[in-house]
């Protein structure tokens, strides 16, 4: 099956963009994986910790981007520990400035789905990483979702948002593979397999999207 990155013929942007990915979550502590949306939309919050971590965060961000938050947009997974990272940064933005801000939620930012390996211990991530790079045929018969299919449907929003808005600073909340496989696309990678080549993304970790 080919799949489309649509940030291929884009030459420049119209908005800017930050890719942040969930504070710790429940599962994060519990050394799951959890991709699951059946599971993940309704369970697997914050933890307490995960929380301070997102609103720390926020804080940090506010202080070296001054800004008017209406110019701000927040989208994210529906997945419960993206959305609540989202309300938590919504409101802190909030805080610190006259406008109001809202959460929209995005499938197409949901966790990339992990198969066979969805609920087993995080340890797995490593062995569906390596599959990526050398035997993806594995990772497929496992049921892994494959890195070009999240590149598809991340880069799909992006492109809309591009179509629809204008100066804009948009904030994507979603998850860790997600967010670097959508960064794939940004950095002109040719394989979103190459997410493992970027800097890790570090849980409430703010990310310029730049595109090269």
């Known amino acids: 099956?080919?799949?489309?990155?649509h940030l291929c013929e884009c030459s420049k942007l119209r908005n800017k963009y930050f890719g942040v990915r969930h504070g710790?979550?429940?599962?994060?502590?519990?050394?799951?994986?959890?991709s699951n949306p059946d599971i993940g939309v309704k369970s697997h919050g914050?933890?307490?910790?995960?929380?301070t971590q997102v609103v720390e965060n926020t804080k940090l961000f506010i202080r070296n981007?001054?800004?008017?938050c209406n110019s701000y947009m927040i989208i994210a997974s529906d997945f419960r520990r993206a959305h609540e990272t989202a309300e938590i940064i919504?409101?802190?933005l909030t805080k610190s400035n006259d406008g109001k801000l809202t959460v929209q939620l995005d499938q197409r930012l949901r966790e990339r789905f992990f198969g066979i390996y969805?609920?087993?211990?995080?340890e797995n991530y490593n062995l569906i990483w390596k599959n990526d790079d050398e035997n993806p045929e594995k990772n497929l018969n496992d049921k892994v979702e494959p890195t070009e299919s999240v590149r598809e449907r991340t880069t799909a929003l992006v492109k809309e948002l591009e179509d629809k808005y204008e100066n804009q600073t948009i904030f994507l909340i979603s998850h860790g593979d997600a967010i670097q496989i959508l960064q794939t696309a940004?950095?002109?990678?040719?394989?979103?397999t190459q997410q493992r080549t970027l800097k890790h993304l570090e849980r409430a970790e703010f990310r310029p999207l730049i595109l090269k």
């Open 90 to 92: 919504a409101a802190n």
């Open 186 to 192: 940004f950095e002109r990678l040719p394989n979103a």
């Open 65 to 68: 981007h001054p800004s008017n």
């Open 24 to 34: 710790e979550s429940e599962a994060n502590v519990a050394h799951v994986i959890s």
């Open 118 to 122: 969805d609920g087993s211990s995080d």
């Open 46 to 51: 914050l933890s307490p910790f995960g929380r």
């Open 1 to 5: 099956m080919a799949f489309i990155n």
